[in-house]
């Protein structure tokens, strides 16, 4: 039995882990009289449940703005819009991360380049740099409703921790842009590989 739970616990995301140690605790050290089927067949129902809920309960969307205009489109009045975007320097082994927010009058409400040691696929530094950048608005209580990069996001390890500061901007959506639509946080994203430390600009 502990060999064929443990083959399922290897494939449960890591969401899911820790319910799978508990279940494993009970399994193994209980003795529940419950068959081992059942005990499958009870942790896979929880584990859809638990992936359905949180599909369903995101109210965060990505958007598609490629076959939009390729220049930058300010936000509603009385609303912000955090452009982020990263480049790296593979010679000098550094990356750079870049931020701007801008109101609907296109005025910036904040600019910021951060340096960063190594160099990453182009989609982790991309997905870093939106990490980055929501944990800085949230630490300034910037309230973000609109979010572009120029980068579309799939992954899992940054995915997680962004829907998590997502939480802390309710009204915010993320829109994929064109590169030309980018190109103010760019330009901070590639100053920020010649710094030491965050420069608020």
């Known amino acids: 039995m502990d060999y064929v739970l443990s083959g399922i616990f290897d494939k449960l995301t890591d969401t899911g882990k820790h319910l799978s140690r508990l279940m494993r605790i009970e399994v193994l050290h209980h003795k529940p009289e419950q068959d081992t089927s059942m005990t499958i067949q009870w942790m896979e129902d929880y584990l859809l449940q638990y992936q359905q809920h949180n599909v369903t309960k995101t109210p965060h969307k990505l958007q598609d703005a490629r076959s939009s205009s390729s220049h930058w489109q300010p936000p509603p009045q009385g609303q912000l819009k955090l452009n982020v975007d990263a480049a790296q320097n593979i010679q000098t082994n550094r990356m750079g991360f870049g931020l701007i ?62 829907n998590s500061l997502l939480s802390l901007f309710p009204q915010a959506s993320i829109t994929y842009i064109p590169r030309e639509a980018n190109s103010v946080a760019h330009p901070l994203a590639k100053q920020a590989l010649g710094l030491e430390q965050e420069a608020i600009l």
Request: charged share 15%.
């Open 101 to 162: 927010v801008r109101n609907h009058t296109t005025d910036v409400v904040a600019a910021l380049a951060i340096p960063w040691k190594g160099v990453h696929q182009p989609l982790i530094m991309e997905a870093h740099s939106l990490q980055l950048a929501l944990e800085w608005c949230q630490e300034n209580s910037l309230m973000i409703q609109h979010i572009e990069s120029d980068c579309n996001i799939h992954l899992q390890e940054f995915i997680i921790k962004i």
